[in-house]
């Protein structure tokens, strides 16, 4: 299948009525219970990654409101001036942080590998900390299955297992402190990975020009521990991002109407929906659209929205 812009419109959310919570895509047994979801009524997910600057957010956020079926965004990074939920502990944790003058983010800030950074009661506050950092990824996942269950397509900005890949989870980086070992295991056994990874990729210079005060070296190390993810993901494409921010969106649109139909975008097949990858470990299977999409009529012209939708749907 091949996407143009301009063939395809939204599709109309569900209707729910009544201000409670829908039940519109669940089952119940005898005693009255919800049961999961059937496997054809789980939504998909989608992770936009890449280093600042590289526009993941903006065009995360014009994504929704031009993908052809129900879409909600969910932050996944760790500024969490950015997102709008947050568990308590992590909100108290901000607000104390912030007295004391510091950023609005929660980064887990693991040592390299083989350092020691203070004694006894050091160790105790990092394992502290990531004991609350791995309680925040867990809610940010129930949040994601929620709106897979709806059932509705899942748009991370940014993904915690891409993120911390290269310092907790990659092999041969020497021995790390015990908190980041924790972190790794949790994340590479148990954390949900995205089912389509789409890396937002241009060149260094451009990236620091956008967001300043980033040293050239870091920015292309940590390009190439993006780059590294091809190994380990079910399912990962490199997009231009050093384009208009409508071309990049356009072009978004494309691989993930094509993905989700049941095949991926590869560079190299001119826009043909090629066969999907198995999933990797902790995502789901594929499933169909909410409606067949080359049923879906006219035209693809609507407003893009710029505040974040709801992550948990009605």
Known sequence: ????????????????SGGGPSTQMRNYDAAGRASPAPPDRIGRSVALIGIDGAGKSTVAHELIGRLPFDASYLYMGVNLAASPVMLPTTRLA?????????????????????????????????LIRITNWLAEEAYRAALARRIQRRPA????????????????????????????????????????????????????EVLIARKQGESLERVAKRRLEY???????????????????????????????????GGSIDGDTGGQATEAAAPAEGTQAPVPLPAPVDELAASIGQPTIADNPSVAGP
């Not at 299948?1 to 729910?16: C, E, I, N």
């Not at 991370?156 to 980041?180: E, I, K, Q, W």
């Not at 972190?183 to 954390?191: D, Q, S």
């Not at 190994?231 to 208009?244: C, E, G």
Request: aromatic share 8%; with cysteine; proline share 11%.
């Open 94 to 126: 901000l607000a104390i942080k912030r007295r004391r003058g510091g950023s609005p983010d929660m980064t887990v800030g693991h040592s390299e590998p083989g350092s020691r950074h203070g004694g006894p009661l050091a160790a105790a506050r990092r």
């Open 227 to 261: 780059l590294d993810l091809e190994r380990v993901l079910p399912a990962f494409q490199v997009v231009d991002a050093d384009r208009p921010v409508g071309e990049v969106v356009d072009d978004i649109v494309g691989r993930i109407v094509a993905f989700v139909s």
């Open 153 to 204: 397509l899942v748009v991370f900005d940014r993904h915690f297992f891409c993120d911390y890949y290269a310092s907790t989870v990659a092999p041969g980086n020497g021995r790390r402190p015990l908190d980041a070992r924790i972190h790794g295991y949790v994340l590479r056994h148990w954390y949900p990975k995205p089912e389509l990874t789409l890396f937002l990729d241009a060149p260094p």
């Open 1 to 16: 299948m091949t996407y143009t812009p301009g063939s395809l419109t939204p599709a109309a959310p569900p209707v729910h």
